[in-house]
Structures are given as C-alpha cells and as structure tokens.
C-alpha cells in the first residue's frame, strides 16, 4: 500500500511564500517522477510543476520564476516551495508520484488527497 500526505498548506496574504511538502510511505521499490497539480473552485485540476527521478524540473507557465519544485530522494518526499503569492494561486494542491511497489508490479501514479492553500488579504 502507497500513501503519499501533503503538508504546508494554509492562509497567507499577497505576496507572501509557503512550503508545501509531500511525503510518500508504504511499499516503494523506486519513485520516478513527482509533481504537484492544483485545482481552484470550479476549475479543472491543472499541472503546476514536476521534477524527475534526476532533479530536472518544469514549470507551468503561470508559476514559473515563483514556485520551485524539489525532491529529497531519501525521505521520498516531494517540495513545492511557493513564492510572490497571488490571490489566484488560492487552490486545493495535490501531490503525485509515479511509483513501482516492487520489483513485479509496473509504476503508476499515486496522489495524495490535497492540501488547501488560500492567499488573500
């Protein structure tokens, strides 16, 4: 059994930065890449950043020179450091890692249940 738990969520004002974690437990033979995703009310669920087995990273547009992706392969724990906050980044963010359990099964992704960040003033 995978389960990956986000942390780091919560209020903050315009402008300010939050860290958000996501750790990754339970049976992991390896973890590929890993990513966080976002949804805002009403909104479809969208791509926000990922970083891959390697530490290369991608960004969307829309976060790009603000967030930064990171990963800590020993913790098996993903980072979404968030910086120059805007109320419309004020979204659920989800985690997901695509992880093989053992040595039979193929990889897949795994998500965890999300974490509530909202910038407002």
């Known amino acids: 059994q995978v389960q990956l738990v986000e942390s780091g969520g919560g209020l903050v004002q315009p402008g300010g930065s939050l860290r958000l974690s996501c750790a990754a437990s339970?049976?992991?033979?390896?973890?590929?890449?890993m990513g966080w995703y976002r949804q805002a009310p009403g909104k479809q669920r969208e791509w926000v950043a990922t970083v891959s087995s390697g530490g290369s990273t991608d960004y969307a547009g829309s976060v790009k020179g603000r967030f930064t992706i990171s990963r800590d392969n020993a913790k098996n724990t993903v980072y979404l450091q968030m910086n120059s906050l805007k109320p419309e980044d004020t979204a659920a963010y989800y985690c997901v890692a695509n992880i093989k359990p053992d040595q039979i099964l193929g990889s897949r992704d795994y998500w965890g249940l999300g974490t509530q960040v909202t910038v407002s003033s």
């Open positions: 339970g049976s992991i033979f390896s973890i590929n890449r």
